[in-house]
């Protein structure tokens, strides 16, 4: 079984800094997607970026970056410029590979409420 | 496009009542999940579809909960006599079977059992 583990259940930042999230996971899978999905108070979650564990180059999304440690089993998520609207909850989300004609659940973490303040 | 869309958004059950939440996927999607998420918590995978095929199952937490997909397209997660315990919000997601992974959430439905 899969563990997503995230370790700080609340933070803050103010506008046009820089903040990162912590996750990491346990799992005995070499391929796997990892994720982080936003969550406004409106509860639709939202991808905000991705990653393929074969992949060593680091998944940027426009401020959003990732810090993939594979062997350490490490996913941490760098928001640059913060805005306003970053506010939300961010959950890191762990799949098993997907093969065709197939399909795999995510498994998630317990979020990390974020506040952008003025 | 149209996203996915759950209905309805809230419902209150009194304890033992029975409820039936939807789920309309985003159009052409062939995998459909449906997630719990109880307060302050991050989502638990409940059940997965594959067209009308349910294909995993293994999350729903007892046999009060059953879902159904009969055409391929709407589901429905359907829970018998309502406890307190099943409060939460239900989330239902869809995605392409294409190699990709990404999974497309709908707004939930905000259950609370009285």
């Known amino acids: 079984a899969q563990t997503v583990t995230q370790s700080q259940p609340e933070m803050s930042v103010q506008e046009a800094e820089t903040v990162t999230l912590s996750c990491t996971y346990d799992?005995?899978?070499?391929?796997?997607?990892l994720f982080w999905y936003k969550q406004p108070p409106s509860r639709q979650m939202i991808l905000v970026i991705r990653?393929?564990?074969?992949?060593?180059q680091n998944a940027t999304e426009n401020r959003f970056s990732v810090n993939f440690q594979k062997a350490a089993k490490s996913f941490s998520l760098k928001i640059s410029d913060s805005q306003l609207g970053d506010t939300a909850m961010y959950f890191c989300?762990?799949?098993?590979?997907?093969?065709?004609?197939?399909?795999?659940?995510?498994?998630f973490g317990k979020g990390t409420s974020l506040l952008v303040t003025p | 496009g149209a996203g996915v869309s759950q209905s309805p958004r809230y419902k209150v059950a009194k304890r033992g009542q029975d409820v039936a939440l939807r789920c309309d996927p985003i159009?052409?999607?062939?995998?459909l999940f449906w997630y719990q998420q109880a307060l302050g918590q991050g989502p638990e995978f409940l059940t997965y579809?594959?067209?009308?095929?349910?294909?995993?199952k293994s999350g729903l937490p007892s046999d009060r909960f059953f879902a159904e997909r009969p055409e391929g397209s709407v589901s429905t997660l359907k829970i018998q006599r309502t406890q307190q315990e099943d409060s939460a919000v239900y989330l239902c997601?869809?995605?392409?079977?294409?190699?990709?992974?990404?999974?497309?959430f709908g707004p939930g439905t905000r259950l609370t059992v009285t």
């Open positions: 579809f594959q067209n009308e095929a349910q294909l995993d």
């Open positions: 997601a869809s995605s392409t079977i294409s190699g990709t992974s990404e999974q497309y």
């Open positions: 990653q393929e564990a074969y992949k060593q």
């Open positions: 989300a762990f799949m098993k590979h997907v093969r065709v004609n197939s399909g795999y659940a995510l498994n």
């Open positions: 799992t005995s899978e070499n391929n796997y997607y």
């Open positions: 159009s052409g999607h062939v995998s």
